[in-house]
């Protein structure tokens, strides 16, 4: 899986790609600028599944276009910026989000850092601390830059 976070100004994800309890690859560029709509994407969640809705992504000029699309699959979430606000994309809709928010399998661990006054990188690199699918390598995008 891996950790996203987003503090209403950096959007920060880990680089670790994992297949189970293996670590597959410690390198990944899991935040993807000017995807479709967005002006960055970090997505978690199966690997597969993630690469097989991209495309959806890409062709979505709009976000009104995006949510005429199907939903990411049950596992699948992303959380997209747009203007500098956040969006979670995911089986669920597509929802602006608040500005501390967080995804994946350190979501939780992300989410109590930023409670306690942690940028999302921090909180990353503290999910990282705890969450065996989440490494310290942390890639960032800042909003309008």
């Known amino acids: 899986m891996t ?7 950096t959007l920060a994800a880990d680089r670790q790609q994992t297949a189970g309890d293996l670590v597959w690859d410690n390198s990944v560029q899991k935040i993807l600028k000017n995807a479709g709509p967005f002006d960055a994407i970090a997505g978690c969640g199966n690997l ?10 890409y062709r979505s000029s709009s976000l009104a276009l995006l949510r005429q699309e199907e939903l990411p699959p049950k596992d699948v979430e992303f959380m997209g910026i747009i ?16 500005n501390r928010c967080a995804a994946g ?5 992300a989410l109590a850092a930023m409670d306690f006054g942690k940028s999302a990188v921090e909180a990353v690199r503290y999910a990282a601390t705890r969450d065996i699918h989440t490494n310290n390598r942390v890639t960032t995008y800042t909003k309008g830059k």
């Not at 950790?3 to 100004?9: E, P, S």
């Not at 597969?48 to 992504?57: C, F, K, Q, R, S």
């Not at 399998?105 to 661990?109: A, D, P």
Request: charged share 15%; hydrophobic share 35%; with cysteine.
């Open 48 to 57: 597969g599944e993630m690469e097989a809705y991209l495309p959806i992504i």
């Open 83 to 98: 203007n500098g606000v956040c969006y979670s994309i995911g089986d669920g809709g597509i929802c602006k989000a608040p």
């Open 3 to 9: 950790t996203i976070a987003w503090d209403g100004i």
């Open 105 to 109: 399998s350190g979501e939780h661990l």
